[in-house]
């Protein structure tokens, strides 16, 4: 299953579920630096999520903003490829999603 049907499985919820999910696997997730290996991170805008779940992950303490370029506008914000595996079970079974909001104390 690639990046892309990973966040796919996610935006077909409600916003705000999305929101909620990535930000309860971004608190189940430790943070860590994302520079370097590109197969253990992810660019959400190219998965197709919203500033609204970037913003989410980022108040968990997570991203971190590498530049492709010299301009100002070339910084993409990349996040540890674990958050979008385990909001992507989450999305898919329900069983998962108990058991990610029950490891980051959500109801």
């Given at each position: 299953?690639?990046?892309?049907?990973?966040?796919?499985?996610?935006?077909?919820?409600?916003?705000?579920?999305?929101?909620?999910?990535?930000?309860?696997?971004?608190?189940?997730?430790?943070?860590?630096?994302?520079?370097g290996n590109?197969?253990?991170?992810?660019?959400?805008?190219?998965?197709?999520?919203?500033?609204?779940?970037?913003?989410?992950?980022?108040?968990?303490?997570?991203?971190?903003?590498?530049?492709?370029?010299?301009?100002?506008?070339?910084?993409?914000?990349?996040?540890?490829?674990?958050?979008?595996?385990?909001?992507?079970?989450?999305?898919?079974?329900?069983?998962?999603?108990?058991?990610?909001?029950?490891s980051c104390?959500?109801?």
């Open positions: 299953m690639t990046n892309q049907d990973k966040a796919e499985a996610i935006a077909k919820l409600p916003s705000d579920q999305q929101v909620d999910l990535m930000q309860a696997a971004a608190r189940a997730t430790e943070p860590r630096p994302v520079r590109t197969n253990t991170r992810f660019y959400a805008h190219e998965c197709g999520l919203s500033r609204r779940v970037v913003a989410a992950m980022r108040s968990e303490g997570h991203g971190e903003k590498i530049y492709s370029g010299k301009g100002s506008n070339s910084g993409r914000w990349y996040f540890p490829i674990e958050i979008l595996e385990r909001a992507a079970t989450a999305a898919r079974s329900s069983h998962a999603r108990i058991k990610l909001y029950a104390g959500q109801k």
